[in-house]
């Protein structure tokens, strides 16, 4: 886990002084600590991530694009660490003015050390699929489909099972200051040893406002559930941040959000409440609006399987 920060770190302090000077690079990078208490089952996790997310423009209507993301969450009192990493790439090309369309592959994977050994990845993806968006006026509307299969340990429980997601999603931007968007994705396993098809649903409302040049609060509220089993996850956080740049001498902002993930399983539910803290690198000339570690920004720029929207969003 120390090499992949290490490594991405020095890819951000390469890649910053390079992106200041061509407008054409956009994006951001959010180093984020986070503490998240379980009440109910006396647990306690304190958590390191590092997200990073860029745009290049070729300047004729093609764009590249890639992400990566990774988390490590640290069991308090136990010695145990869950780990998570999600890392995609994009190509998308402006047909028009009002429309764009693009391919797009993705990696997701979840780990799990107990007592200083490593299962592996205990849980994996590869998603490959196509996405499109259009755009009037203040509204931009996207939807994607795309294929999979599912990879690590239990790959080996579902040998044979498809995984195909799509999904949809809007954003409304009436000023530079508001941005709204809403989300949906669906992520359906099909076949192997499932007796039937198993649908997961993943629902996301956010909101970013620039109270002034200084301070941004940023919310969402989003909901996972499968039709297979009464289970179902929601979470809710509220945050805000201040750019630092005067400070700092270069971009820098600073921001806390506060979530809370109530999981419920037969009617049984259980509250997950956490903090997170992050420094945020703005990339280029058209940066991230939340900090790359939040639950708004998850839904504003979310993967394309509902399993990593909701097992990643760390």
Do not use: C
């Amino acid at each position: 886990m120390v090499t992949k920060f290490g490594v991405l770190a020095f890819s951000v302090a390469f890649v910053t002084p390079v992106a200041a000077l061509a407008q054409d690079f956009s994006g951001a990078v959010t180093l984020g600590y986070s503490h998240t208490d379980v009440p109910d089952a006396d647990i306690k996790l304190n958590g390191l991530s590092l997200d990073g997310r860029l745009d290049f423009s070729m300047g004729n209507g093609l764009t590249f694009g890639a992400r990566y993301n990774t988390f490590n969450l640290d069991v308090a009192g136990i010695d145990a660490d869950v780990s998570g990493n999600l890392m995609a790439f994009d190509v998308t090309y402006d047909v028009s003015s009002a429309f764009s369309a693009g391919v797009f592959i993705e990696h997701a994977e979840l780990g799990v050390d107990i007592g200083g050994i490593s299962l592996g990845s205990v849980a994996s993806s590869n998603t490959f699929g196509i996405e499109g968006h259009y755009k009037t006026g203040a509204m931009d509307f996207g939807a994607f489909v795309a294929t999979g299969e599912p990879g690590g340990l239990i790959a080996a429980g579902l040998a044979g099972v498809d995984l195909t997601h799509f999904g949809l999603s809007a954003t409304y931007t009436p000023s530079d200051a508001l941005t709204v968007v809403g989300s949906f994705i669906r992520t359906n396993l099909d076949g192997g040893p499932l007796p039937t098809d198993v649908d997961i649903d993943y629902i996301g409302l956010a909101a970013v406002y620039d109270i002034n040049d200084k301070f941004s609060v940023f919310g969402g509220l989003s909901r996972t559930k499968t039709d297979i089993v009464d289970l179902k996850a929601t979470t809710i956080s509220l945050g805000g941040s201040y750019d630092m740049s005067s400070f700092a001498g270069m971009p820098l902002m600073a921001s806390l959000e506060l979530a809370q993930t109530k999981p419920e399983l037969f009617g049984t539910d259980t509250d997950i409440n956490s903090i997170r803290l992050g420094l945020t690198i703005p990339l280029g000339g058209n940066a991230a609006k939340a900090p790359l570690n939040s639950g708004a920004d998850a839904i504003l720029n979310p993967s394309h399987s509902a399993l990593s929207q909701t097992l990643l969003s760390f």
